[in-house]
């Protein structure tokens, strides 16, 4: 099984930030991995327990965003792979979506996982850009997931409880 995780590299929720015009002034800003990538990441590692299989985490990014695949290899992944961009602005969701669905598009994953929202800018929107522009089902906030003959079955987060989702892989 292929097993694609993305991640982002954000800025520390403890680091003071800074803003010139669109961008964060990066002088002396801690970077991390996304904490909901995290747990992308962690899912990952059980499901490949369960399934057997490959792990290959992806990052866009600038050169800094190398450290957030270290932190991907230190959490048990496969392979990493840098997408590098150093005029990525991470406010065009639409560009991100773009380079990260072409990339993906190539590689034919079983799954593909991310976090459910991106902590710097509270937006999940990149993760569906990317479903979409690769003709795949999206299933956000699932709390349980599985991948049987080419099926993603998960259970999800909705209003008053949850919903049972069955979608063909990517």
Request: charge should be negative; glycine fraction near 8%; aromatic fraction near 4%.
């Amino acid at each position: 099984m292929k097993i694609f995780v993305l991640v982002k590299q954000v800025p520390d929720t403890e680091t003071s930030i800074k803003v010139s015009g669109a961008s964060i002034v990066e002088t002396g800003v801690k970077w991390i991995v996304s904490p909901f990538d995290e747990h992308a990441l962690e899912e990952s590692l059980r499901l490949r327990e369960k399934t057997g299989g490959e792990i290959t985490a992806v990052c866009l990014g600038p050169e800094r965003s190398v450290e957030a695949l270290r932190t991907a290899y230190a959490l048990g992944v496969d392979k990493a792979v840098h997408l590098k961009d150093d005029s990525y602005n991470v406010l065009d969701t639409g560009y991100a979506a773009r380079l990260l669905a072409a990339y993906l598009k190539d590689q034919a994953p079983d799954v593909i996982l991310t976090g459910h929202v991106a902590i710097d800018s509270s937006s999940s929107l990149v993760p569906t850009m990317v479903a979409q522009l690769m003709g795949a089902a999206s299933i956000n906030n699932a709390v349980e997931l599985s991948v049987e003959n080419g099926t993603v079955k998960a259970k999800r987060e909705i209003e008053g409880g949850t919903a049972n989702m069955e979608v063909p892989s990517p």
